[in-house]
């Protein structure tokens, strides 16, 4: 995200994601499909990138990055 100059959105991303990791840091596989989550971080990246470029496809090498 620091390369596309979005890190400032990283805090309000990650904590929209709360929940999805458990204490320890691990994915918390018995309140989420990692499936989702992913779809999820998807439609995050994808609405950021209309906010900030005016078009979703400019996340599209983050999302291929992850």
Same mark, same amino acid.
């Given at each position: %995200?620091?390369?596309?100059?979005?890190?400032? /959105? &990283?805090?309000?991303?990650? #904590?929209?994601?709360?929940?999805?990791?458990? #204490?320890?840091?691990?994915? #918390? /596989?018995?309140?989420?499909?990692?499936? !989702?989550?992913? !779809?999820?971080?998807?439609? %995050?990246?994808?609405?950021? #990138?209309?906010?900030?470029?005016? !078009?979703?496809?400019?996340? !599209?090498? &983050?999302?291929?990055?992850?």
């Amino acid at each position: %995200m620091g390369r596309l100059g979005w890190g400032g /959105h &990283f805090g309000g991303l990650a #904590a929209r994601l709360d929940g999805a990791f458990g #204490a320890n840091g691990t994915f #918390a /596989h018995d309140r989420l499909r990692f499936v !989702d989550f992913v !779809d999820d971080v998807e439609e %995050m990246l994808e609405e950021l #990138a209309r906010r900030e470029r005016g !078009d979703e496809e400019a996340a !599209d090498g &983050f999302e291929e990055y992850v």
